[in-house]
């Protein structure tokens, strides 16, 4: 089956300029979850979809960061203004069943960006 | 909220030897899931080896092996005759068995194979 797609792979913006990623999950898949990785540290949990409604965005900043799953299959993650603390790898991944706790997560290689 | 912590930031290993990742974590659930995560410079996470909380029998896939501590929160992956391409960061994780639940990782420990 083919992975979960995230493009672009790098990206370098200017802070207060905007910026959007893309993800395809894995067909079937209900549950998407965007996460933020800084460097050095592990993933955070932006938000999560089950199909296209938001399960959890407690840990997204509102203000700036939005994201959406029109049709419950592929999601943007936008920032706008971008700040300097948001250069991070973006990580997309999917899961087949949020009710299972065992179902695992597919992820994705991630959209590096840089914010200067 | 539950938390994870990996005191090991680095590690090194001989190849064909054999080396332990620590991970403990903090929760107040009782049905859960533990999971270890391989990242290589590619940045994708790779599934590595998971436990269901339940089970006292500790998970073994292949040369990955796990020792879970319930009481002790503690869940360990052992990996054995490591290999050069087992060089990478290596994340642990937990997800609660509920509905919405979400995974949380914890600081990852960058393992080192020399040659």
């Known amino acids: 089956e083919a992975g979960v797609a995230q493009s672009p792979r790098y990206k370098i913006i200017e802070k207060r300029q905007s910026v959007a990623f893309w993800c395809n999950p894995i067909s079937g898949h209900a549950t998407l979850y965007w996460y933020q990785q800084i460097l050095g540290q592990g993933p955070k949990l932006l938000i999560q979809f089950q199909n296209n409604g938001v399960v959890d965005d407690s840990q997204l900043p509102k203000d700036r960061f939005s994201a959406e799953r029109l049709k419950g299959v592929d999601s943007t993650l936008k920032i706008q203004p971008a700040k300097l603390e948001d250069s991070a790898v973006y990580l997309c991944a999917s899961s087949a069943n949020t009710g299972v706790g065992g179902s695992p997560l597919h992820f994705g290689n991630g959209t590096r960006l840089t914010v200067t | 909220a539950q938390t994870v912590t990996q005191s090991q930031p680095e590690m090194s290993v001989q190849e064909a030897e054999t080396v332990t990742l620590s991970c403990t974590y903090d929760?107040?659930?009782?049905?859960?899931?533990l999971f270890w995560y391989k990242q290589p410079p590619s940045r994708q996470m790779i599934l590595v080896i998971r436990?269901?909380?339940?089970?006292?029998q500790n998970a073994t896939e292949n040369r990955f092996s796990v020792n879970f501590q319930k009481a002790a929160k503690s869940f360990s992956l052992k990996i054995s005759d490591s290999q050069l391409g087992d060089a990478a960061m290596y994340f642990c994780?937990?997800?609660?068995?509920?509905?919405?639940?979400?995974?949380?990782f914890g600081g990852g420990t960058r393992l080192m194979v020399k040659p």
């Open positions: 994780a937990y997800r609660g068995n509920n509905a919405g639940n979400m995974l949380t």
């Open positions: 929760t107040s659930e009782s049905d859960y899931y």
């Open positions: 436990q269901e909380a339940y089970k006292q």
